[in-house]
């Protein structure tokens, strides 16, 4: 069963930056739209941002200017960079993707997450 892996989590300080990646476990898989959720304790999953399959973003208010997603289509894999990260960062991040495979083969899948913890 496909899968996105989720990897580049971790401890860092605040206004640092960090970069967590998610690549399909399936490289023979078309990565069509995909986006970054994260969960926060003791909050409901949110969307910070997404990326076309034509590369066009968008992001939440709360990380526009400081974070960016960008994807590299040759490794079905997308990337978040996060910079100038805040306490409130703190959160559990999850990739949610389109893939396509043969013939009309299509699954959306999410990943397992990866913490991130920004410490003040």
């Known amino acids: 069963q496909v899968q996105l892996v989720e990897s580049g989590g971790g401890l860092v300080q605040s206004g640092g930056s960090l970069r967590l990646s998610c690549e399909s476990s399936?490289?023979?898989?078309?990565?069509?739209?995909m986006a970054w959720y994260r969960q926060r304790p003791g909050k409901k999953r949110e969307l910070v941002g997404g990326?076309?399959?034509?590369?066009?973003?968008n992001f939440a208010d709360s990380v526009k200017g400081r974070f960016a997603i960008s994807r590299d289509n040759a490794k079905t894999t997308v990337y978040l960079q996060m910079n100038s990260l805040k306490s409130e960062d703190t959160a559990v991040y999850y990739c949610?993707?389109?893939?396509?495979?043969?013939?009309?083969?299509?699954?959306?899948?999410w990943g397992l997450g990866t913490q991130v913890t920004v410490s003040s």
């Open positions: 949610n993707a389109d893939l396509y495979g043969r013939g009309s083969w299509y699954r959306n899948v």
């Open positions: 399936e490289s023979i898989f078309v990565m069509g739209g």
């Open positions: 990326i076309t399959s034509d590369g066009v973003t």
